[in-house]
């Protein structure tokens, strides 16, 4: 049996008929509940789900448990289902990991386990008995990887939610809407439930989006970090107010900050060193926010490597001071973004 993403599992799960077992896995816990759920709507018979549906918890597991429940016959239906969530897979007892292999080796059936796990960041390439798990899960059943989307499949996920609800939404709109929202799946969708019931029918426009839908930490940092390059002192710290009016966490900002100044000194780097940005990706993990990298590029251009590594030693020294001092945190963030906007005029 085979290795889905969630798109194949869906398209099988609508074509074909249910396996033993599935192990969902992946940092796409929207997509992942998808999955779990149209499992469930096929395997429980509507009306039996007290007689047919067993859930565990994987913090407290018992396996001898999961495995009576699977070995037993459903009522009134064809299927019961045992679903384990966020099981530690790689840190299961000997004991625990020979129950499951044993019920994996002969599955009953008419039983369908589901192993759900987002919890934990399964990687079966660094670990020898997660690989094993999966190609045991595999043989039986299916093992599926929920891994987040890039921002051209977000882009057409929500043009195709929208065009089901009646509404039309452009591919730059859609775009620009993943930019402001974030990259988060369960975020869009959420985002998107407010555009349709605010436009009802019709075309979504750019203004739709940014009247209703609200601006991600990730969007209004880098609106700051562009800001603090390239706009000027009013910008830069209305935008840093806007922060502190959310109650976001000044660590959070700050980690983000960051985050924007690493992205654009790699970049200066790559440049410097006669590279492009499909070199950037093949050496850091950008799946899914390969954006980033491109906005970076496109940014970096007038700005030394000089004044960027300025730009980052000041927020090393800001990421001390809110950490090891009782410094304001409000006055540590406004001194910083001074500091980096006095390093920009002087070209550092």
């Given at each position: 049996?085979?290795?889905y993403d969630?798109?194949?599992l869906l398209?099988?799960l609508?074509?074909?008929?249910l396996?033993?077992a599935?192990l969902?896995?992946?940092k796409?816990?929207?997509?992942?509940e998808?999955?779990l759920?149209?499992?469930?709507?096929?395997?429980?018979?509507?009306g039996?789900?007290?007689f047919?549906l067993?859930?565990f918890?994987?913090?407290?597991?018992?396996?001898a448990?999961?495995?009576?429940?699977?070995?037993?016959l459903?009522?009134?239906?064809?299927?019961k289902?045992?679903?384990v969530?966020?099981p530690?897979?790689?840190?299961?007892?000997?004991?625990?990991?020979?129950?499951l292999?044993?019920?994996?080796?002969?599955p009953?059936?008419?039983t369908?386990?589901?192993l759900?796990?987002?919890?934990f960041d399964?990687?079966?390439?660094?670990?020898?008995?997660l690989?094993k798990?999966m190609?045991q899960?595999?043989?039986?059943?299916?093992?599926?990887?929920?891994q987040?989307?890039?921002?051209?499949?977000?882009?057409?996920?929500?043009?195709?939610k929208?065009?089901?609800?009646?509404c039309?939404?452009?591919?730059?709109?859609?775009?620009?809407?993943?930019?402001?929202?974030?990259?988060?799946?369960?975020?869009l969708m959420?985002?998107?439930d407010?555009l349709i019931?605010?436009?009802q029918?019709?075309?979504?426009t750019?203004?739709?989006?940014?009247?209703?839908?609200?601006?991600?930490?990730?969007a209004?940092?880098?609106d700051l970090s562009?800001a603090m390059?390239?706009?000027?002192?009013?910008k830069?710290?209305?935008?840093?107010?806007?922060?502190?009016?959310?109650?976001?966490?000044p660590?959070?900002?700050?980690s983000?900050?960051?985050?924007?100044?690493?992205d654009?000194?790699r970049a200066?780097?790559?440049?410097l060193?006669?590279?492009?940005a499909?070199d950037?990706?093949?050496?850091f993990?950008y799946?899914?926010?390969?954006f980033?990298?491109?906005?970076?590029?496109?940014?970096?251009?007038?700005?030394?490597?000089r004044?960027?590594?300025?730009?980052?030693?000041?927020l090393?020294?800001?990421?001390?001071a809110l950490?090891?001092?009782?410094?304001?945190p409000?006055?540590?963030?406004e001194?910083?973004?001074?500091?980096i906007?006095?390093?920009?005029?002087?070209?550092?």
């Amino acid at each position: 049996m085979p290795f889905y993403d969630d798109a194949e599992l869906l398209h099988t799960l609508r074509e074909g008929e249910l396996l033993p077992a599935y192990l969902i896995y992946g940092k796409e816990t929207y997509l992942a509940e998808v999955c779990l759920q149209r499992i469930l709507e096929k395997a429980v018979k509507k009306g039996t789900e007290n007689f047919n549906l067993r859930r565990f918890d994987g913090a407290s597991l018992d396996m001898a448990a999961v495995r009576s429940e699977a070995e037993s016959l459903p009522l009134m239906a064809a299927y019961k289902c045992v679903v384990v969530h966020n099981p530690n897979l790689e840190k299961l007892s000997k004991s625990d990991s020979d129950t499951l292999q044993q019920i994996l080796a002969d599955p009953n059936p008419s039983t369908v386990l589901v192993l759900f796990v987002t919890a934990f960041d399964l990687n079966p390439k660094k670990s020898a008995k997660l690989q094993k798990l999966m190609d045991q899960v595999a043989r039986v059943g299916a093992v599926v990887a929920c891994q987040p989307k890039t921002r051209s499949d977000l882009t057409r996920l929500l043009r195709q939610k929208f065009q089901k609800a009646g509404c039309e939404m452009s591919s730059y709109t859609a775009g620009a809407m993943v930019d402001r929202c974030g990259m988060a799946l369960k975020t869009l969708m959420a985002e998107s439930d407010k555009l349709i019931a605010y436009r009802q029918s019709g075309e979504i426009t750019l203004a739709d989006v940014e009247a209703v839908t609200h601006k991600s930490l990730d969007a209004s940092i880098y609106d700051l970090s562009r800001a603090m390059l390239q706009k000027g002192r009013t910008k830069a710290f209305l935008l840093l107010d806007e922060l502190f009016a959310q109650r976001q966490e000044p660590t959070v900002i700050l980690s983000a900050i960051s985050s924007a100044f690493v992205d654009l000194y790699r970049a200066k780097a790559a440049l410097l060193a006669g590279k492009d940005a499909k070199d950037l990706l093949a050496l850091f993990p950008y799946r899914g926010r390969e954006f980033l990298v491109k906005n970076a590029f496109r940014d970096v251009a007038p700005y030394s490597a000089r004044t960027l590594r300025g730009c980052l030693e000041t927020l090393a020294d800001a990421d001390l001071a809110l950490k090891s001092s009782r410094a304001d945190p409000k006055i540590v963030l406004e001194q910083t973004v001074a500091q980096i906007l006095d390093l920009k005029e002087e070209g550092r």
